[in-house]
């Protein structure tokens, strides 16, 4: 069974930074890809960041890329996504997940932590 938790959400104000953070815990396979979705009230979850262990690549979703940076850290099994310039379209629950292909479709990962609110508004 493998664990992921989410930690570091908040209320920002529109250009402000926030770090959000994920850790896996328990038994966790080699998987081979971390990533961050969000989702905002009423609307589907959306893809927002992967890394690849294979090729230590990092991919972005459109909407993100250029102002949200991933880190992935294989020692103490965490993900951090730290986001800068944060709009008010960023608000959303952002949850952490694992799989074994970067892909932007939810229902191709396994596993998913409990979520963090991020909040943006002024």
């Known amino acids: 069974q493998v664990q992921l938790v989410e930690s570091g959400g908040g209320l920002e104000r529109p250009g402000d930074s926030l770090r959000i953070s994920c850790r896996a815990s328990?038994?966790?396979?080699?998987?081979?890809?971390m990533a961050w979705f969000r989702q905002a009230p009423g609307k589907e979850r959306e893809f927002v960041a992967a890394?690849?262990?294979?090729?230590?690549?990092?991919f972005y979703g459109d909407l993100v890329k250029g102002r949200f940076t991933l880190t992935r850290d294989f020692a103490k099994d965490t993900l951090d996504l730290q986001m800068t310039d944060l709009k008010v379209e960023d608000t959303g629950v952002y949850y952490c997940?694992?799989?074994?292909?970067?892909?932007?479709?939810?229902?191709?990962?396994?596993?998913w932590g409990q979520g963090a609110q991020v909040t943006v508004s002024s």
């Open positions: 997940t694992l799989g074994w292909q970067a892909t932007t479709t939810p229902t191709t990962y396994t596993d």
């Open positions: 328990g038994r966790t396979p080699s998987m081979k890809v």
């Open positions: 890394h690849r262990e294979t090729d230590d690549r990092t």
